[in-house]
């Protein structure tokens, strides 16, 4: 498979009055044309970060290290995105070769402009097709995303809709320009389950016929089991585990990974009880030595977790995982 | 009223008068004829779509809407309160004796205060103690049942995760010392991991001090690990109620069955096999006539459209308004 987009060493901080947050540290990962990236982890973890990173739309108060790097891979040769500082030249990674749709739709409409209207906007910025031609391609895509009577519609603004039908003229409109790589970030978790599961569907569909690569961010495991080919779990920042969705879920290597899944409620056994993961979130400022699980984890090893960074292991050719238990000193 | 029944609704309505006129006569059903017995003891399960009226039924056994319509008590042994007509001392004695989750106490109250004085403020407000030793007695011994040490007591409340506000959140709704707890989405904005750990401790407190929970969600996972009895919500309507292991055995509801069958299964070999409900629920100010579900149920016959189906009690304690819920049944076994 090639790589569509290949992100690496990426450390991200920011500047604020308590001092520098680290948000995003030493992540590595690539996806590849067609492929569906899930990216798990609890609130804070830099999820989003990462996310946005990757449109290089972060605040003005982020810091990337000199060696982040992130390279998207277009038709035309490869583009180093964190070197792109131009509105011209960052077009391409902002609704061009890339799209983002997010958790609340109406963040991403502007409430004084009708849909079509921002619809044909966005189709004329990223191409040179005429009004006419981009208002019938955004009626096609309206229709195309299952919202009835899309001539009518794209008059209409974004808070005459409901939330499913918003959350679905966001991903029309995220899809227009024919991306090679679609983020969505929880674009699922405001919607109740009858209509997340219309909302998956309709994204299933899509990959399939777009053959687009997706970032899909979610902290739900079940959505990340019904639509991602890869799992990426983060933790505080780290990349702590990534593998094919299949393994990471029916057989995770780390502790972090394994308490999540442990405390998650599982439908086909009412009797099992509740296991949390012990503790707290350590907050940002005071980020833990070592690996940064260790304040939680149930497998601590003791002095080595409390000091040394885990590093990457492979424990299949496809499944890797930063944790002492399965680095090699520990285990000769 | 029997004796273990702590809370009981009949043909409980609210209805909220909407649009600008002051003579405007529309009317928003968000709780409609809604028929309820909540057990003493019990943790009674609230779930349903977004609109379909969990809050505002929350709300009005709280007595902190309008009821609008049918009858609501309260009975805890020590008192019994017809909810409809409540006032003056009743009503403030009725405050000690049922309250609410915040969600998040943090967005709620002031930034300002210490997890003392929020914990400390129902006591204060209602004049349950009758000096600040006492209170602090108090407050400390909450405070200790909810995992809160005397330094956390100090801090103000931005300095918490979420797992931590959300006790405080509970410490405060319990200080008072209430029967009835009506528990609002209050491990919804949790993390999964933290989320196990509010729950366990939400139970352990129903069962320590014997109280009732009526627990709002739209997780039908966490619903189904920790109430005893569940209740669905439709466009105001309650279309199915029984006890957890029956109604998740068993539904009887094709909204019901349609909306657990929604839930994305962890097997990422079972995908796509949802039994998929087609378009929205509707207004609240425009709804269907006959059972509200007829315009996304895909068993509906002429019937629905034109006759709303009352909730029938078949005697084995799981109650379901749906027309046509034996013969489903009966094809669902054939
Ligand atoms: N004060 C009010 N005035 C007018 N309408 C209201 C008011 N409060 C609630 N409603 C309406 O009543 C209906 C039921 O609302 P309610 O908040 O009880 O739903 P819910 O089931 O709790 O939903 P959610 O899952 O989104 O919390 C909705 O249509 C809502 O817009
Ligand atoms: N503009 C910003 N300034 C300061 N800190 C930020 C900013 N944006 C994000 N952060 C911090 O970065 C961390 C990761 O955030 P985010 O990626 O939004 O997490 P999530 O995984 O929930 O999407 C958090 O600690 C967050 O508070
Ligand atoms: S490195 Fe140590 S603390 Fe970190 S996850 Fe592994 S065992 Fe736990
Ligand atoms: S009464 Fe009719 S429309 Fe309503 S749920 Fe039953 S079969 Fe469906
Ligand atoms: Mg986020
Ligand atoms: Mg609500």
Request: glycine fraction near 6%.
């Amino acid at each position: 498979m090639t790589a569509l987009i290949e992100v690496e060493n990426l450390t991200l901080k920011f500047r604020t009055d308590e001092g520098l947050i680290t948000a995003v540290e030493d992540v590595s990962f690539s996806i590849a044309k067609g492929e569906v990236m899930g990216l798990v982890g609890e609130s804070g973890s830099g999820k989003s970060v990462t996310a946005k990173a990757l449109m290089h739309l972060n605040a003005k108060n982020a810091v990337y290290s000199p060696e982040s790097r992130i390279t998207l891979h277009t038709d035309s040769g490869p583009v180093d995105v964190l070197s792109l500082t131009t509105a011209r030249d960052l077009k391409v990674v902002r609704g061009g070769a890339i799209s983002m749709i997010f958790q609340e739709p109406m963040a991403s409409f502007a409430p004084a402009i009708t849909i079509g209207k921002q619809m044909v906007e966005q189709l004329q910025l990223h191409s040179d097709m005429s009004k006419a031609r981009a208002r019938e391609i955004s009626i096609e895509m309206l229709d195309r995303v299952g919202i009835s009577d899309p001539a009518r519609r794209v008059d209409q603004y974004a808070f005459e809709l409901s939330g499913g039908m918003r959350q679905r003229a966001m991903i029309a409109m995220a899809l227009s320009t024919k991306p090679k790589l679609l983020i969505a970030d929880e674009p699922t978790t405001a919607l109740d389950v009858t209509i997340q599961a219309q909302v998956l569907d309709l994204m299933k569909d899509l990959v399939a016929e777009f053959h687009m690569g997706i970032v899909f961010i979610t902290h739900d495991l079940g959505v990340i089991a019904q639509t991602a080919d890869k799992v990426s779990v983060m933790y505080l920042g780290r990349l702590i585990e990534e593998g094919p969705v299949r393994e990471v879920i029916r057989n995770p290597k780390h502790p972090y990974t394994q308490g999540l899944l442990a405390a998650l409620p599982k439908l086909d056994d009412l009797e099992a009880p509740l296991t949390p993961v012990a503790g707290d979130i350590p907050s940002p400022l005071e980020r833990p030595t070592g690996c940064v699980f260790h304040t939680r984890c149930p497998k601590f090893l003791g002095d080595i977790c409390k000091t040394a960074l885990p590093r990457d292991e492979k424990v299949d050719p496809n499944h890797r995982v930063a944790c002492h238990i399965h680095s090699a000193e520990v285990m000769a | 009223m029997s004796d273990d029944i702590l809370i009981s609704a009949r043909d409980l309505s609210v209805g909220f008068r909407i649009g600008s006129g002051f003579f405007s006569k529309a009317v928003l059903k968000a709780v409609d004829h809604v028929d309820l017995d909540i057990a003493k003891g019990s943790f009674f399960g609230l779930v349903g779509e977004s609109g379909s009226g969990k809050t505002t039924l929350g709300r009005a056994l709280l007595k902190a809407v309008p009821i609008t319509g049918g009858t609501a008590r309260y009975n805890d042994g020590e008192v019994d309160l017809d909810l409809t007509t409540l006032s003056g001392p009743a009503l403030k004695d009725y405050r000690k004796r049922a309250q609410l989750i915040f969600q998040d106490p943090y967005a709620a109250l002031s930034p300002r205060m210490t997890v003392r004085d929020i914990i400390a403020e129902p006591l204060e407000v209602m004049g349950l103690t009758k000096s600040r030793e006492e209170t602090d007695a108090r407050v400390r011994e909450i405070a200790a049942k909810c995992r809160l040490n005397l330094e956390h007591l100090r801090r103000f409340p931005h300095a918490f995760s979420g797992g931590q506000r959300q006790r405080i959140s509970i410490a405060r709704a319990l200080v008072s010392g209430p029967q009835f707890i009506v528990a609002d989405e209050s491990v919804a904005a949790l993390d999964v991991s933290i989320q196990a750990d509010v729950l366990n401790l939400l139970k352990q407190i129903q069962r320590d001090m014997g109280l009732t929970f009526l627990f709002i969600s739209h997780d039908l996972s966490v619903v189904a690990h920790t109430c005893d009895h569940v209740a669905v919500m439709y466009l105001g309507r309650l279309v199915e109620s029984a006890p957890t292991r029956t109604l998740f055995a068993a539904p009887r509801h094709p909204y019901t069955r349609a909306l657990f069958s929604a839930i994305p299964s962890l097997d990422p070999d079972d995908r796509g096999r949802a039994q998929k409900l087609i378009g929205e629920i509707p207004s609240p100010t425009n709804q269907p006539p006959g059972c509200k579900f007829h315009t996304r149920c895909p068993h509906a016959i002429d019937r629905c459209k034109a006759e709303e189906p009352v909730l029938e009690h078949p005697g084995d304690g799981h109650e379901v308004a749906c027309h046509r819920w034996r013969e489903l049944l009966d094809e669902m076994v054939a």
